[in-house]
């Protein structure tokens, strides 16, 4: 089955650029290692300009964000790109982790809703965003004094929540396995959860992924 490729990029200002890759190739050597014929590209980082920003307001104050529509706005327009420049290869799917909360105005109240993460496709086209606010590790769990820990654990939530959204945009549904598809009550179960598909979601990928091969010759 031929190669897939998933734009990767970020949005938004990180502490640790270094962490986000550490993400994407443990999700590139995760799918190498199961035999799954997609990978992560990274494309460099994606910046929104400023008059997007939208005022919310918390418990803490105003907050200024980019909106939901905004951010994926901006990476069908960098997945469009992509494809035109990198027309050789099978590319249809852009991936974003960002640095801030993901928040989208009703357009009929006056309130915002938040996401974990969030899919559209637009003409075939699938973009998927992933805020990385609800996994960052808490002093009251790890405790004072190991940042090693800390980032490992950082990097291993986010890894499962990529795989989890990259789960959906193949056809997954959410399942009550130990599985990064089962999503979690809190962070104690996702840290309990295995970095993987369950065999059961497993076989289902696959099926899925034979069933769109077919279709995509069926169409050829």
Same mark, same amino acid.
């Given at each position: ?14 502490? =640790? ?10 999700? =590139?050597? /995760? ?23 939208? =005022? ?7 907050? &200024? ?12 327009? +960098?997945?469009?790109? #992509?494809? #035109?420049?990198?027309?050789?290869? $099978? %590319?249809?799917?852009? @991936? ?15 309130? /915002?809703?938040? @996401? @974990?993460?969030?899919? #559209? #496709? +637009?003409?075939?086209?699938? %973009? ?22 800390? +980032?490992?654990?950082? &990097?291993? $939530? !986010?890894? &499962?929540?990529? !795989? ?22 809190? %962070?104690?179960?996702?840290?309990? $959860? ?12 696959? $099926? &899925?992924?034979?069933? %769109?091969?077919?279709? @995509?010759?069926?169409?050829?």
């Amino acid at each position: 089955m031929p190669m897939e490729f998933i734009a990767a990029t970020y949005i938004g200002s990180f502490n =640790n650029k270094e962490l986000i890759l550490d993400v994407y190739d443990e999700v =590139n050597r /995760y799918f190498a290692r199961e035999d799954l014929p997609f990978r992560m590209l990274f494309v460099g980082k994606l910046s929104i300009p400023p008059g997007y920003l939208i =005022n919310l307001q918390t418990e803490k104050g105003t907050l &200024k964000l980019y909106p939901l529509e905004a951010i994926l706005d901006a990476l069908h327009s +960098k997945l469009l790109q #992509e494809v #035109e420049t990198k027309g050789s290869i $099978r %590319m249809n799917k852009i @991936f974003a982790l960002v640095s801030f909360p993901l928040v989208s105005r009703n357009p009929y109240f006056d309130f /915002y809703e938040q @996401f @974990f993460g969030v899919q #559209e #496709e +637009k003409v075939g086209l699938r %973009m998927m965003v992933l805020s990385v606010k609800p996994f960052e590790p808490g002093v009251s769990e790890l405790g004072v004094g190991d940042p090693l820990r800390i +980032k490992e654990t950082f &990097k291993e $939530r !986010l890894v &499962k929540g990529v !795989l989890h959204e990259i789960g959906h945009s193949f056809g997954l549904s959410h399942c009550r396995n130990n599985c990064v598809m089962n999503p979690p009550a809190n %962070m104690r179960e996702w840290d309990e $959860r295995m970095v993987g598909y369950c065999d059961s979601c497993f076989l289902d990928i696959k $099926r &899925k992924l034979s069933l %769109m091969e077919f279709e @995509f010759e069926e169409g050829c």
